[in-house]
């Protein structure tokens, strides 16, 4: 040993070596990933969400249970039925882009309460055994402060059990179901799933929420509203670019759709001379053929869990003609790239 070293002593680590055994730990007690279960204080409401009536209505219907529990319950016996009645889990299903999550903020919004947004990635582990226990760590958060508990990506979680176990990492799905069970039959609580693949939801799941609220593409009136919304009355533009119109040009758009639309025509604008620094139909067009070319090449067919899904995204019969005419340019150009 040369004559500048010291033994330490075996009790003694190195600085850097307790910061990496620190961090170590953290990713296998999930730690990091627990921490990210934080409450927020929701922004949107139900009166400012464009839906449907018949969305509406269902999601009103659900509701009540929430706000009318004691009267269920204690007056109409409900609970003779149902001794485990204050728990309400609302999944909401399908197209990307339909307002399912700003929905989830806004009913936590109407309740009062804050909300916590889990997604898969925050709650699965590369660590046999510690997803499981992020799972029962949301509950808890949820739990302890009194917030409504929204699932993003509930497909993945909810997903059907295996039957045909082979390895520990299928053992350690079908324990994180359990879990997920154990924990949705106890809390007490409000719990929202938002998936764009219900079908992939296992059945022991489907029976335990109380409703199943589709979000389907907006029609003509939804449309309108969308664009009367998401179109300021600062933004400069002509004449013609008014709501009707636009919502005859973006039938089959969703309104996060709409939203990449105003962005893009606006963004074209803005960088014009200033007499010509307003948006016209031209910007708007562009913008939508921009969007529908993206949902074609890529939002249309996409792979998830080793399962190709194919989703119809607009009907072409509905388009007007110059968006017919520019549609069946973007649709020409993927055959051929193709």
């Known amino acids: 040993m040369p004559l500048s070293w010291k033994k330490l002593p075996n009790n003694v680590t190195h600085e850097s070596d307790r910061e990496e055994d620190l ?38 219907a659900a ?14 016996n409900l609970k003779k039925i149902d001794p485990s009645g204050r728990r309400v889990a609302i999944n909401f299903f399908g197209p990307p882009g339909t307002g399912k999550t700003s929905c989830a903020e806004a009913i936590a919004n109407h309740l009062k309460k804050m909300i916590i947004g889990v997604n898969y990635a925050e709650i699965e582990s590369k660590y046999v055994g510690e997803t499981p226990k992020n799972i029962t760590s949301a509950f808890r958060k949820a739990k302890e402060t009194d917030s409504v508990l929204f699932f993003d990506e509930a497909d993945s979680i909810l997903g059907k059990r295996l039957t045909n176990v082979t390895q520990s990492a299928d053992h350690g799905v079908n324990v ?19 998936s764009n693949l219900p079908e992939n939801y296992d059945g022991a799941f489907t029976r335990r929420i ?15 509203k969308l ?32 939203l990449n639309v105003v962005k893009l025509a606006t963004s074209q604008a803005v960088s014009r001379e200033a007499s010509e620094c307003i948006v016209s139909q031209q910007d708007v067009l562009e913008a939508i053929n921009q969007v529908y070319r993206s949902k074609e090449k890529v939002g249309s067919t996409y792979t998830r869990n080793s399962t190709t899904i194919k989703e119809t995204i607009i009907n072409p019969e509905n388009l007007s003609p110059d968006i017919r005419r520019q ?3 973007a649709v020409a150009d993927l055959k051929a790239d193709t």
């Open 23 to 60: 961090q170590g730990n953290q990713d296998k007690t999930g730690i990091n990933q627990i921490e990210t279960f934080t409450p927020k204080h929701p922004i949107r409401s139900l009166q400012n969400l464009v839906l449907p009536d018949v969305t509406r209505k269902r999601l009103e």
């Open 63 to 76: 509701l009540n249970q929430i706000q009318y529990h004691d009267k269920l319950y204690n007056e109409w």
């Open 176 to 194: 994180s179901r359990s879990v997920m069970l154990l924990q949705l039959d106890s809390f007490d609580g409000v719990v929202i799933f938002a």
């Open 210 to 224: 109380l409703a199943h609220i589709e979000f389907e593409l907006p029609d003509n009136d939804c449309l309108l």
């Open 227 to 258: 664009w009367h919304y998401l179109l300021p009355d600062e933004v400069p533009r002509m004449q013609d670019v008014t709501p009707t119109w636009l919502a005859s040009q973006s039938v089959g758009l969703a309104g996060g759709d709409l």
């Open 327 to 329: 549609y069946d340019s």
